[in-house]
């Protein structure tokens, strides 16, 4: 009779052990019913939300600390405008030689309509040259504001070379008649080309010391 309860056991053990070969699971739980606990042999499982948090959040404090270094070594500059190099061309002398034909000796006409040519001639070349002084003066001025306090790119220039350049008032004011005679004409005409003339030049003279006081 004990013979057949222990051959009944062994039984019971045999098929016990085979149910856990096959479910694989079967003997996990019975251990913890049992009180029992299993070794660890894996690690916890880390959540892909988890790793991206922290790395944004290192992320952003690596971020903090290169703005903060940035600030404290002033590595961050606006760019300084630099005056377009086409405004350091020199300026030509212009050419106001009137180029008609001339009797000679001149007639009045022929003096009139010369002088008039030249005075207009002296007059437009004044006005190009004082436009292309008041680019520059503007460009530079632009630099200068944009560099602060900072070191300029470019030597900067006398301050009386930035004033601005007045037009010329070339307007005769002598006694004229009316109508005019042939003689006062000619003597009107030839003040305001000269005025014109001298202007133009003292522009021009200004314009090459600017150039040549920033030009690198």
């Not at 013979?3 to 039984?11: D, G, P, S, V, W």
């Not at 180029?99 to 002296?122: F, I, W």
Request: with cysteine; net charge positive; aromatic share 4%.
């Amino acid at each position: 009779m004990l013979t057949l309860k222990i051959e009944r056991a062994r039984l019971g053990l045999v098929l016990m052990a085979a149910y856990c070969i096959a479910g694989l699971g079967g003997c996990a739980l019975g251990a913890i019913a049992d009180g029992s606990s299993l070794p660890r042999t894996t690690a916890r499982p880390v959540h892909a939300r988890a790793v991206l948090k922290s790395r944004t959040a290192k992320r952003t404090v690596q971020n903090r600390a290169f703005a903060k270094q940035t600030v404290q070594t002033g590595a961050l500059k606006s760019p300084t405008l630099l005056p377009d190099r086409s405004l350091f061309e020199p300026q030509p002398r212009p050419d106001c030689t009137f180029k008609g034909p001339l009797s000679n000796p001149v007639t009045a006409d022929e003096m009139r309509m010369k002088l008039d040519y030249e005075q207009q001639c002296y007059r437009q070349a004044e006005s190009i040259t004082r436009d292309r002084l008041q680019q520059l003066q503007s460009s530079v001025d632009k630099t200068i504001a944009a560099g602060g306090t900072l070191k300029s790119p470019v030597p900067l220039p006398d301050r009386s070379l930035l004033e601005p350049q007045l037009q010329p008032d070339c307007t005769f004011r002598g006694p004229l008649s009316n109508p005019m005679t042939v003689e006062e004409t000619r003597m009107k005409l030839d003040y305001e080309q000269q005025c014109y003339r001298q202007a133009e030049s003292i522009t021009r003279d200004r314009l090459q010391q600017l150039q040549n006081s920033i030009a690198t």
